[in-house]
């Protein structure tokens, strides 16, 4: 299936692409050319993904890439799952001093997560840990610069939206 068909939706009611589930250590990219998830790299010493993780179709970030979005749900959605999500943050990430902007979102459907206020310290700190032991992995330097409300989050999907 040619995920980045699928249409985007609104900001306020988008679409998201599972890549890959919370808990996976196996990091999934979606290749559009081959309409297939290809395994790019196994994380290792129990370094894991803190939430869902994928991508908003119709979209187009700075790096040319469609948007990336973590999902915040209950339990792990499965990889290709497609999940109406509403925003409710965005990470300003700089990765190797290029801005790649991530929006934070939950599904729709109501899974116990209904807004940004569940964006407190400890919220930050596990995602500040997780970037800085992604960048570890990596070899590369990743700092959070920035976090954004819902508002701002809906301004970087309406921007992203292939027109």
């Known amino acids: 299936m040619n995920y980045q068909e699928l249409p985007m939706g609104t900001a306020e009611v988008f679409n998201v692409v599972i890549e890959i589930p919370r808990g996976s250590q196996n990091k999934y990219e979606y290749l559009e050319k081959f309409e297939t998830f290809i395994l790019e790299r196994v994380f290792k010493d129990g370094f894991n993904f803190i939430a869902d993780y994928g991508f908003i179709p119709q979209t187009k970030s700075g790096d040319g890439d469609p948007l990336d979005s973590f999902v915040i749900t209950s339990h792990p ?14 990470i300003e990430l700089l990765d190797d001093g290029e801005q790649y902007n991530k ?12 807004s940004e206020e569940v964006i407190d310290d400890e919220f930050k700190k596990r995602f ?4 800085a032991e992604l960048a570890k992995q990596k070899n590369k330097t990743m700092e959070i610069v920035a ?17």
């Open 128 to 131: 500040t840990d997780f970037f």
């Open 103 to 114: 929006i934070i979102s939950v599904p729709c459907f109501g899974d116990g997560v209904l």
């Open 147 to 163: 976090w954004h409300g819902a508002i701002r989050a809906k301004g970087e999907i309406n921007k992203s939206k292939i027109k």
């Open 77 to 90: 959605l499965t990889r290709g799952t497609v999940v109406s999500c509403q925003a409710i943050a965005m």
